[in-house]
């Protein structure tokens, strides 16, 4: 029922669907076929974290040199779901045709994969790789809309209460929520150099030395010059849920998936809408629990 269709397996501590692009198979697929190189950089989150923001970004500033002579309308990210630009790579290996991302380098990609449950060719690689999580009441809401959306046309509306039952006892795609973070948190705090660990929340807040701090991490940082020339801003502009979401806002990105799914409101804090004080308190005690000890919080 809901995001939930099907039987659920747990698979080295997170919950995996039989049949769907994270499921046991998928991860066992790329464990045993895909290979990194050192030069990849990989984007890791949750889904309904900002996956479609990052990839819109991390795209920007690793090409902007390639796009910058050519006419502004002819930047992919304005014409093309950044899910285009940017593959996962749990789609990528059912893939017969490379995409664009396969022929440059850096090859961009994202995963929603824990990180316990990352091809070990990634792990052994040098390639960098960025988390970016997003508080859980926002995700939990995101999610609630996204199902919805989505949802088998024979299949019935998940109520809020339904959906905040599943959340919170750990069953959302590649749940637990609090687990997949927990696992990236603790490799950015032994390697950071290797994982940049962000929330969505800070990303929001101060949107361009979040911008600069990433291209920094990739090993693409902002010339004095660009700055000068407000090329930061650019990218923020073109990578804004305003204008993303108007480019995406026919079509689909598969059968069933439009793109105008990936673009709701892209705010911080809607949860106050839709969470009851109960459900609210709930959620901060079991983030306080399972966060315990921990430096992660959501601004
Ligand atoms: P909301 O449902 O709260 O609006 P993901 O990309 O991981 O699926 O996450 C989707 C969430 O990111 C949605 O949140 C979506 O609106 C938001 N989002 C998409 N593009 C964004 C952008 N350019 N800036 C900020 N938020 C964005």
Same mark, same amino acid.
């Given at each position: 029922r809901g995001w939930i269709t099907g039987n659920l397996y747990m698979y080295q501590g997170f919950w995996h669907q039989s049949m769907r692009i994270i499921? =046991?198979?998928?991860?066992m697929a790329l464990q045993d076929t895909f290979k990194a190189h050192p030069t990849d950089i990989y984007l890791a989150t949750l889904p309904?974290?900002?996956?479609?923001?990052?990839?819109?970004?991390?795209?920007? =500033?690793?090409?902007?040199?390639?796009?910058?002579?050519?006419?502004?309308?002819?930047?992919p990210l304005l014409i093309s779901n950044p899910h285009n630009c940017l593959p996962f790579i749990e789609t990528e290996i059912y893939r017969h045709t490379p995409t664009y @991302?396969? @022929?440059?380098? /850096? !090859?961009?990609?994202? *995963?929603? =994969? /824990?990180?316990i449950s990352l091809p070990q060719s990634i792990l052994q690689s040098n390639? !960098?790789? =960025?988390?970016l999580c997003r508080n859980p009441k926002d995700?939990?809401?995101?999610?609630?809309? &996204?199902?919805?959306?989505?949802?088998?046309?024979?299949?019935?509306?998940? *109520?809020?209460?339904e959906a905040f039952e599943l959340f919170s006892n750990g069953f959302m795609p590649i749940g637990p929520y609090w687990d997949h973070i927990k696992g990236y948190h603790k490799v950015s705090s032994e390697h950071p150099g290797k994982v940049l660990f962000l929330t969505y929340e800070?990303?929001?807040?101060? *949107?361009?030395?979040?911008?600069?701090?990433?291209?920094? &991490?990739?090993?693409? /940082?902002?010339t004095e010059k660009e700055e000068t020339e407000g090329a930061v801003q650019e990218i923020i502009r073109l990578c804004s849920f305003e204008n993303l979401?108007?480019?995406?806002?026919?079509?689909?990105? !598969?059968e069933g998936i439009p793109n105008d799914a990936f673009f709701r409101k892209g705010e911080v804090g809607d949860w106050t809408n839709h969470l009851t004080n109960e459900m609210s308190q709930t959620l901060d005690r079991i983030t306080?629990?399972? &966060?315990?000890?921990?430096?992660?919080?959501?601004?």
């Open positions: 499921s =046991i198979e998928t991860v309904k974290s900002g996956t479609t923001w990052l990839k819109a970004l991390v795209f920007a =500033i690793v090409n902007r040199n390639r796009y910058k002579n050519n006419s502004l309308s002819t930047h @991302a396969k @022929a440059h380098s /850096p !090859r961009l990609f994202a *995963t929603h =994969i /824990p990180y390639c !960098r790789l =960025i988390y995700v939990l809401v995101s999610m609630f809309h &996204f199902a919805n959306k989505l949802r088998d046309k024979s299949g019935s509306l998940l *109520t809020f209460e800070d990303m929001k807040t101060d *949107t361009l030395n979040h911008v600069k701090r990433v291209a920094k &991490f990739l090993g693409y /940082p902002f979401s108007e480019v995406n806002k026919h079509g689909n990105l !598969r306080r629990e399972k &966060f315990h000890g921990l430096d992660i919080s959501f601004n």
